[in-house]
């Protein structure tokens, strides 16, 4: 073990504490809870080439490529941070979400979205929370 190790986490603390950036440090949260949970993180804060979109995380998990939409509170006073994933966010979520899996040559029935929501130090994970297809209706 480094013998410098708990200076830098203590670093680390002072740099979240000066940092009033919640959705970075949302992010941050959710990726190392997400690695903790065997997910490989392969891409973070994508965006198309064209536009039209951001994937906060991207990650495999066993055989599966998942997107993940990270949503960060100081706290759930107010709201949940889930229900700030809308019809208009979803359609952006799926375009770009559609163009990762045309490049990385991967199979649309092989992917899922969750969402990972971070409330002051709580974390939340919703497997499947939406299809990257919206669902027809006859």
């Given at each position: 073990?480094?013998?410098l190790?708990?200076l830098?986490?203590?670093a680390a603390h002072?740099r979240?504490?000066r940092?009033?950036?919640?959705?970075?440090?949302?992010?941050?949260?959710?990726?190392?809870y997400?690695r903790a949970?065997g997910y490989?993180?392969?891409?973070?804060n994508w965006?198309?080439?064209?536009g039209?979109?951001?994937l906060?995380?991207?990650?495999?998990?066993?055989?599966t490529?998942?997107?993940?939409?990270?949503k960060?509170?100081?706290?759930g006073a107010w709201?949940?941070?889930e229900r700030?994933?809308?019809a208009e966010?979803?359609?952006s979520?799926r375009k770009?979400?559609?163009d990762?899996?045309?490049?990385?040559?991967?199979?649309?029935?092989?992917?899922?979205?969750?969402?990972?929501?971070?409330t002051?130090?709580?974390?939340d994970?919703?497997?499947e929370?939406f299809?990257?297809?919206?669902?027809r209706?006859?």
């Open positions: 073990m480094n013998p190790a708990p830098y986490r203590f002072l979240y504490l940092d009033r950036n919640v959705g970075r440090r949302g992010e941050d949260l959710a990726h190392r997400l949970r490989t993180i392969v891409a973070r965006r198309p080439p064209q039209g979109g951001e906060d995380l991207v990650a495999w998990h066993e055989a490529l998942v997107f993940i939409e990270v960060s509170r100081l706290s709201s949940a941070p700030d994933v809308d966010k979803l359609n979520l770009a979400a559609r990762y899996v045309r490049r990385a040559a991967a199979e649309e029935a092989e992917t899922r979205f969750d969402v990972v929501t971070v002051g130090q709580t974390i994970h919703i497997r929370a299809l990257l297809l919206p669902v209706r006859s």
